[in-house]
């Protein structure tokens, strides 16, 4: 039987690059995220869902979900927001799902969850055998998110605000990844060590 672990860190954390390595060792990666957006792309399977709900200004002329006029309605309606969410995640649970599945059936020993919202949810801690959270300090998460966007240091605080403590999150880890100050190469050790305790 295959190891669920649940990915989660802060924005800034390092946990893409976390995902990548323990891909790169043979683990399975869920990644939520990259399957919503592709709900909400062009021809994606949420699109005419969303057009039906919120009509056609919310859709881009090439078929996409138009995510900044979107991101803005969602904020300043809640309902709005909790609309979108039952359009977008029995899809992406679907394909989720369907993802595990074929993981299960090519005989992969780990699967790894990527799940920012891992703490905030509730829900994932039952569906995963072990939490393995990317962790690092505040500054270190305003300096990359900075360096690798054009948001300003107080919008990326405002975003941080919105997350999980810091707090939260090491609390809820079987396994925590310092990703503070250290090189790459520091890190695929720690990875690889982490790997090991999940069969990989």
């Known amino acids: 039987?295959?190891?669920?672990?649940?990915?989660?860190?802060?924005?800034?954390?390092?946990?893409?690059?976390?995902?990548?390595?323990?891909?790169?060792?043979?683990?399975?990666?869920?990644?939520?995220?990259?399957?919503?957006?592709?709900?909400?792309?062009?021809?994606?399977?949420?699109?005419?869902?969303?057009?039906?709900?919120?009509?056609?200004?919310?859709?881009?002329?090439?078929?996409?979900?138009?995510?900044?006029?979107?991101?803005?309605?969602?904020?300043?309606?809640?309902?709005?927001?909790?609309?979108?969410?039952?359009?977008?995640?029995p899809l992406v649970a679907a394909e989720s799902a369907r993802q595990v599945q074929a993981a299960l059936a090519a005989g992969v020993q780990c699967i790894v969850f990527d799940v920012p919202l891992l703490v905030e949810s509730g829900r994932w801690r039952s569906q995963v055998d072990k939490v393995l959270v990317v962790d690092c300090s505040a500054e270190t998460q305003v300096q990359r998110v900075v360096a690798r966007s054009a948001l300003e240091p107080e919008a990326v605080r405002a975003i941080m605000a919105a997350q999980a403590t810091r707090a939260q999150r090491l609390a809820a880890a079987d396994i925590v990844i310092c990703n503070d100050a250290v090189s790459l190469d520091e890190l695929r050790h720690m990875v690889v060590q982490a790997a090991r305790s999940f069969g990989l």
């Open 1 to 89: 039987m295959a190891t669920r672990v649940g990915l989660t860190g802060g924005i800034g954390s390092g946990k893409s690059t976390v995902l990548r390595m323990l891909s790169e060792l043979g683990a399975a990666a869920i990644d939520a995220d990259a399957i919503s957006r592709a709900t909400t792309a062009a021809g994606g399977a949420a699109i005419a869902a969303i057009a039906r709900r919120f009509g056609a200004a919310f859709i881009t002329p090439d078929g996409a979900l138009d995510r900044a006029r979107m991101r803005e309605h969602a904020y300043a309606d809640p309902q709005a927001r909790r609309d979108l969410e039952q359009i977008i995640h």
